[in-house]
């Protein structure tokens, strides 16, 4: 067996990890089996078990993931703490009386809750509950507001803090800080994108929606303390970040200390909220944690394959045009998107991708904001959409099509800000750019 060449034993691993997902075993210990036989098969037994123990140990102990629970927990904290509740009442008095004013300020919701939350399963899961009965009492069409709240919590994992950026970074060993900043203008850009798609879809058809009596002036200022803790979080996190007082790791837990104090003035926090947080926190960040462990194995084992040299090797010889190659990449992202959660798409192909499209000249911080991107449109998409299926999942009443139709717009959105950031890099690197090294 140790005679094989090489491309056969990456052939052999690669059947067996999709083997073993498709018996449903755990991604990250599909991945840390089918590099196990494979190193075993090119370097030895003993390798193969040093190796293991190795990747194993260096995860658990990396400094840098220790942002993950703390994000994970910040999230949790802010949407059982009526942070989010508080600003969608915000939006709603600024642009609710608007024809679709209620799914723009889903949208806009989403977006301030994706401030200090990194996860679009658990935005779109709280915006549901916040903003569904107002637009349903308003008579607003299913297709919308569904669309609005699966697109809009999307927005959780582009803005940051964003726990994909925690481990695209670790993957690529791109520093985390630049990463969350090179998501802020791209995420704002999507939002008012989203919302200036509802007023043109609203307008086109008018019965998608309806309109309320407008709140006065006095109402709408006054409603403006419910951003103040989300404006509050962000600026303390990302401003320490840019300006250097903070390292990811410091700002996660300021964050998480900020987003506390801030629930508890809303006075809906209470210490079962705060349990219930921890427990989620920890399922999240294990689960995470351990498929960066399998992919940190895999992704070892396809070095000694060579699969990515040769891979670089051929995409040179033929010559093709760099943007070229982006584009199919990114193609490739929306479909795995559409088929598995955004961290097991990330851990399969970040490995091999990433260097080759370094290598052609594109920004690590562009890459990661083009991947996020690119994923987070998979998760709206068929066949399985992980955001829309967990909205299907908490109404039957609601056909799993409706949902899909009432997203396909904003799909076609992301998918014009993805050819964006593809051909201006400047969207996602000058921001950055202008961070303290301190």
Known sequence: MADLPLWVIALIGAVIF???????????????????????????????????????????????????????????????????RAAF??????????RGGLAMATVGSCAAFGAVCGDNIATAAVMNKAALPQMRRFGYDDRLSFGSIAAGGNLGILIPPSAAFVVF?????????????????????????????????????????????????????????????VVIVFLLVMGGLMAGFFTPTEAGAVGTVAVIVVSLFYRQLSLRTIGRSLVEATRTSAMILLLIMGARYFSYFITTTELATTLADAIAEASINKYAILILVCVLYLILGALMDIWSVMIITLPIFFSILVDMGFSPLQLG????????????????????????????????????????PFVGTMCLLLLLLVFIPGL????????KSG
């Open 18 to 84: 999709f083997g073993l997902m498709f018996l449903r075993l755990h991604v990250g210990l599909a991945l840390m089996a089918a590099g196990f036989i494979g190193f075993s098969l090119t370097r030895g037994l003993a390798a193969a078990k040093s190796t293991l123990a190795t990747t194993v140990f260096e995860v658990a102990s990396s400094p840098i993931l220790v942002v993950i629970p703390l994000f994970v927990v910040m999230g949790v904290i802010a949407g059982q703490g009526g942070v989010i």
């Open 169 to 229: 970074g670790f993957i690529t060993e791109t520093p985390i800080g630049p990463l969350f900043i090179s998501g802020i203008i791209p995420g704002i850009v999507l939002t008012l994108m989203f919302m200036g798609q509802i007023a043109l879809q609203c307008r086109l058809n008018p019965g998608l929606s309806s309109k309320h009596e407008p709140s006065n002036l006095l109402a709408r200022l006054k409603s403006l303390k419910g951003l103040v803790g």
């Open 89 to 98: 009442d915000t939006f709603d008095k600024w642009v609710g009386h608007l």
């Open 369 to 408: 904001v083009i991947t996020v991107l690119s994923i987070m449109i998979g998760c709206v998409t068929p066949p399985v959409g992980v955001v829309v299926f967990t909205l299907a999942g908490q109404h039957r009443d609601v056909p799993m099509y409706t949902i899909f139709r009432g997203v396909l």
């Open 428 to 435: 996602s690197t000058w921001l950055p750019s202008l961070m």
